[in-house]
Nanobody, 124 residues
Framework: QVHLVETGGGSVQAGGSLRLSCASS????????IAWFRQAPGKEREGVAA????????YYADSVKGRFAISYDNAKSTVYLQMDTLKPEDTAMYSC?????????????????WGQGTQVTVSS
């Protein structure tokens, strides 16, 4: 069983930065994928970034490439999402998810374990 808790959301002006954390209370095996998703009001949930724990391979949505970076701290069983050069269109509820069944990295339908989410609001 994997229990995920996100922290680090908040309000920031456009151009600013935030770092989200996704801490796991269960053991994260090297076969796990962990991803960040976001959902804005009235929009579908979309994949933002993902990481394969075993090899460290990362995946990013085109909309965040070059601005966001996902990383994993094995000692803390925590995945981070560093978000720089934030834009108002990045405003959403951000959630992390985990799965070890080789999910399509940025497809939310293929993830089993989910956190409760943290709100990110970017003002212009």
């Amino acid at each position: 069983q994997v229990h995920l808790v996100e922290t680090g959301g908040g309000s920031v002006q456009a151009g600013g930065s935030l770092r989200l954390s996704c801490a796991s209370s269960g053991y994260i095996y090297s076969t796990y994928y962990i991803a960040w998703f976001r959902q804005a009001p009235g929009k579908e949930r979309e994949g933002v970034a993902a990481i394969y724990i075993g090899g460290g391979t990362t995946y990013y949505a085109d909309s965040v490439k070059g601005r966001f970076a996902i990383s994993y701290d094995n000692a803390k069983s925590t995945v981070y999402l560093q978000m720089d050069t934030l834009k108002p269109e990045d405003t959403a509820m951000y959630s992390c998810a985990a799965d070890q069944r080789r999910p399509t990295p940025l497809d939310p339908r293929e993830y089993h374990y989910w956190g409760q989410g943290t709100q990110v609001t970017v003002s212009s």
